[in-house]
């Protein structure tokens, strides 16, 4: 099913007719304001750097690797041209950075195709993602 407004109207009006406990919540949160985000290696890099800190340090983090990695941005073929230790100063720990470079390093040589993972099942999406160091059963269902 595609998230569409159609369908997330639907849904909504379900809910809410369905459930009071749910219309209560969906009354006081607002419209669904969920966004697509197409860049899945932006994603996955900034799913590695958030792991256990906290959501302000892990944006600052990303924030200065996004300006380090200049005007070609964080892209697998950007990323790969970087060592373990010239992503340190940014703020990515040691093992964070060696996980980035491998996930670069996979996307660049095909072992994880990120262009195809959206038709895949849940099963092996799972099964390319956790290839990748520091990607784990649930970042990949995340």
């Known amino acids: 099913m595609r998230l569409t407004t159609k369908t997330v109207q639907k849904a ?3 809910l809410r007719a369905a459930d009071p406990v749910m219309k209560e919540m969906i009354d006081a949160v607002g419209p669904f304001t969920l966004r697509f985000d197409g860049d899945r290696f932006g994603l ?3 799913s590695i750097i958030s792991q256990q ?3 302000s340090a892990a944006r600052s983090i990303r ?3 996004q300006e380090f990695a200049g005007p070609d941005g ?3 073929e950007n990323l790969v041209k970087f060592t373990v230790e010239e992503l340190r100063p940014v703020g990515v720990s040691s093992q964070k950075a060696s996980y980035v470079a491998d996930l670069a390093s996979k996307v660049n040589d095909g072992t994880v195709n990120l262009r195809q993972i959206g038709r895949l099942s849940d099963e092996r999406v799972v099964e390319t993602l956790t290839q990748v160091r520091g990607i784990g059963y ?3 269902q995340m």
Do not use: C, K, Q
């Open 138 to 140: 649930w970042t990949a």
């Open 63 to 65: 924030r200065r690797l």
């Open 44 to 46: 996955l890099v900034r």
């Open 53 to 55: 800190i906290s959501t």
């Open 12 to 14: 909504r009006r379900h």
């Open 74 to 76: 964080l892209t697998a």
